[in-house]
């Protein structure tokens, strides 16, 4: 007589399966997560025409490095915009929501502030007028982090929580595109467009006419992203208690969000935001000195952009995939404590880096190991934040979050050319590494927080 099999417990019956990798795979392949595709290079596109590529132009065109230094402040914008994402949340926009919904709307009616103001500064010549440039980058950012506040929302309400790390990844993959090309991209079109001295008559290096056409293909290219908001499905809404008055109204959309994520989570708020808003320090901090940083150390501008803009950004695509996967089979807060740890470790990279001169080798393998770890990092911590958020006022708590994430870091990361002229490179890039050491004792102390949550 055969033995009799062993005992079930009671609960096993309610665990759910685990899915094998081949189905953890197809998520990627789920139409929500192409759309965050599409949507997420309308996200990144705008971030380097304001940073990284406006400042190169700055540069060439003769604008003293301080000045570009204090330009890096346009990115406050995205710290401040939890200021107006209680608007985005539950403001209507005139004919437009009717016809599209409350999300898409909003996501249509920024990616037009962006396009104009992208036209705007292809439009500007920097050496004659410096003023309208400012103003159009800042038309920019506010149209860029209004665009974010609509799209967290969007992709909040898209899925259910399981499915949030494999969008947050998808996402990312549309953002780091949009970085090539706005990267990368506009650097290559801008040369392609100069007129040789010879033929141009003139001895000086800068021409406006490159970057403008670099800058209006840039506007053309948030068309993918526009015709995806016209294309896709409202998500259902969450239910909005009606307001009788102003007052009422001015409570749901102001207080109330504010109200439930410091009722829901208590005194361990404190801990969630301090966690939030110093999680990515090392790198927004260190990232300000990359450019400086390169062209210091003598390297080309093609290699720069082969490197940091195509191959560097390959990498964190990989990595924000591992990310997504690795939290779908380990969990979230193991791998944004693996990525804090690879984040701060990366910067150290850039130190040893900072010794061996102009070393195209050492440059590869020091941007895969960043951008790697910048990848699984962002991945992890997107869907951290997606987790803390109540659906009901998903743009409000989540525009206030990712806000929190970039108010400080992008603060300290003004002054990071001061730091560099007074200690050098390797001992800044050190320091960048130190300040995520105290991001790993707040990892820790949420995990056993999210742990001890009844229903964690």
Known sequence: MSAA??????????????????????????????????????????????????????????????TIGFLSWVGLAYGFKWVWSPLVDRMPIPLLTRALGRRRSWLLASQAVIMAALVCMALTDPQLSLAPMVWCAV???VGSATQDIALDAFRIESADTGHQAALAAT???????????????????????????????????YQHGPWQTAYLVMALSMLPGVLTVLFSQEPVPAPVPAARNLREWLRGALVAPFADFLGRYGWHAALILALIATYRISDVVMGIMANP????????????????????????????????????????????MLGAVLSAASNLLFAWLSTRGHDVTALVWVVSADNLAGGIASSAFIAYLSSLTNVQYSATQYALLSSMMLLLPKFVAGFSGKYVDAFGYAHFFTATALLGVPVLLLVALATRLQVRRPGA
Do not use: C
């Open 293 to 336: 940083f390169y062209v210091d150390m003598g390297f080309s501008k093609d290699e720069v952009a082969a490197v940091t803009k195509v191959f560097g950004v390959v990498m964190t695509l990989l990595g924000a995939f591992v990310g997504g996967l690795l939290s779908l089979r380990l969990g979230v807060m193991r791998v944004m």
């Open 5 to 66: 099999p062993p005992p079930t417990p009671a609960h096993a019956e309610n665990l759910p399966a685990q899915p094998g990798w081949l189905q953890t795979l197809k998520v990627y392949a789920e139409p929500a997560s192409l759309r965050m595709l599409s949507l997420g290079f309308s996200a990144g596109l705008p971030l380097l025409l304001v940073f990284g590529t406006l400042g190169f132009w700055l540069r060439e065109a003769g604008i003293d490095r301080t």
């Open 139 to 141: 038309a920019v950012a």
């Open 171 to 205: 996402y990312q993959t549309g953002y780091r595109l949009a970085m090539i090309w706005a990267g990368a991209g506009a650097l290559w079109i801008a040369a392609r467009a100069e007129v040789p001295a010879a033929v141009a008559g003139a001895a000086a290096p």
